[in-house]
C-alpha cells in the first residue's frame, strides 16, 4: 500500500502489538516510509501527601519509562535489519498522547491494534473511538485474530450529489482517497476490493404515503429508479477514475466487484460486511473541514460501533482536530 512515508505504530499487549508491529514493518518497507513504535502509559498518580511530581513520584516514572522502552527494544530488535525503527514512550492519556505525537511529528498514518477489554460487546473502546474521532491522520485498527493478509476489503463510498457545494467538494475527496488507498491495500494484500455506496430516493416515502399528496404509483417508481440509475452513473466514474489512478493491470487484478444498496448506510454497510466477512473497511469519518470540534458523523460512528474487523478511518484534508498541543 503505497502512500505513507511517517507512520506512527502504536503498541497495546505484547500479542497484539506484534500484529501491529509486523504490519507497520512491511508497510513502511514497501512505501520505504519512517516508522517510529511507541507505548503510552498513565501519569503515575502522586502519593498520599507527596505533590505530584515528587521524588517518589519522579523515581517511579522513571522506572515504568525504563521498563516500557526496553520491552520496546525487544520487540523492534528482530527488525533492526531491515529497518531502522526510531522507539519512545509517551505518557499521559492514550488517545490524547498519540494524536499529539501526530502533530508534533507529522505522522500520515497510525497504525494499532484495537484495546477493547473482554468485557466490552464492541470492537471499539472509548480510547480507541475518540482517536478514531479526532486523529487528524489516517487511523488503521488492526484486529490480531486476522491472518497474515487480507482475502476481502471493503470500500464504503458515498457518491449523493444532494449536498452542499462545499461539503460536496470534500465528500469527492474524501472518496477519492478511500478509494485510491482500497485499491492500493487490496493490491498489496492480494485481496479481493467491494465497493459499497448506499443510497436513499429522498422524496420517495413522501410520493408513497403522504396525505397531502397523490403521485400514482408507476410515477414513483420512475422517480426511484432514476435516482438509482444517477448513483449508478456516478458510482462508475469514480470507479474509472480510480481505474486511472492504479491503471488497468491493477484494476484487473484486484476483482472489483461493486455494491449499490437502497437503504440507510448504518444499516446496510455493517450488515454487508458481516455477509461478506470482510477484513477490513476502508471509509471515511467525516465530510467536514475546518470546523474545529466537528469529529464524526453520526453515521460513521454507528458503523464503527457494529464491525467486527479492521478499519482504516480516513479523515479528509483540511480537518481540524480538536486536540491541541500541551505548552
Not at 505484547?14 to 512491511?26: D, H, I, M, P, T
Not at 488517545?95 to 464492541?122: H, M, Q, T
Not at 449499490?260 to 446496510?268: N, S, T, V
Request: hydrophobic content about 40%; proline content about 6%; glycine content about 6%.
Amino acid at each position: 500500500m503505497k502512500r505513507f512515508k511517517n507512520i506512527l505504530c502504536v503498541m497495546e499487549s505484547q500479542a497484539a502489538g506484534k500484529c501491529a508491529l509486523e504490519r507497520a514493518v512491511a508497510l513502511a518497507e514497501h512505501n520505504q516510509a519512517e516508522l517510529t513504535v511507541v507505548e503510552v502509559i498513565p501519569r503515575v498518580p502522586a502519593g498520599i501527601g507527596m505533590p505530584d511530581g515528587g521524588p517518589i513520584s519522579r523515581d517511579q516514572r522513571a522506572a515504568m519509562v525504563c521498563e516500557h522502552e526496553a520491552r520496546l527494544v525487544s520487540m523492534i530488535e528482530p527488525y533492526s535489519e531491515r529497518l531502522d525503527v526510531k522507539h519512545g514512550v509517551l505518557t499521559g492519556t492514550s488517545f490524547l498522547e498519540i494524536i499529539r505525537a501526530v502533530l508534533r511529528n507529522g505522522y500520515d498514518l497510525v497504525v494499532k491494534c484495537p484495546e477493547s477489554p473482554d468485557w466490552l460487546d464492541r470492537l471499539f473502546s472509548g480510547n480507541d473511538m475518540h482517536l478514531l474521532r479526532k486523529c487528524p491522520c489516517p487511523v488503521w485498527m488492526i484486529k490480531p485474530e486476522v491472518g497474515e493478509s487480507y482475502q476481502r476489503i471493503l470500500a464504503a463510498v458515498d457518491v449523493d450529489d444532494s449536498y452542499p457545494p462545499e461539503e460536496l467538494a470534500t465528500r469527492r475527496a474524501l472518496n477519492s482517497t478511500v478509494m485510491e488507498l482500497a485499491g492500493s491495500m487490496a493490491v498489496s494484500e492480494f485481496a479481493e476490493l467491494h465497493v459499497v455506496n448506499v443510497w436513499q430516493a429522498m422524496f420517495e416515502s413522501t410520493m408513497r404515503h403522504s396525505a397531502f399528496l397523490r403521485t400514482p404509483e408507476d410515477e414513483v417508481d420512475a422517480y426511484v429508479e432514476q435516482v438509482r440509475r444517477d448513483q449508478a452513473q456516478r458510482l462508475d466514474e469514480l470507479m474509472r477514475e480510480t481505474g486511472a489512478k492504479l491503471g488497468p493491470d491493477a484494476m484487473d487484478y484486484i476483482k472489483l466487484q461493486l455494491h449499490l444498496l437502497k437503504g440507510e448506510a448504518r444499516e446496510e454497510i455493517p450488515a454487508l460486511a458481516k455477509r461478506l466477512q470482510v477484513d477490513c473497511i476502508i471509509m471515511g469519518t467525516v465530510a467536514r473541514t475546518g470546523v474545529r470540534g466537528f469529529i464524526m458523523g453520526n453515521t460513521a460512528e454507528t458503523i464503527l460501533d457494529q464491525i467486527d474487523c479492521a478499519v482504516l478511518a480516513i479523515k479528509p484534508p483540511g480537518f481540524v482536530t480538536p486536540v491541541e498541543l500541551e505548552e
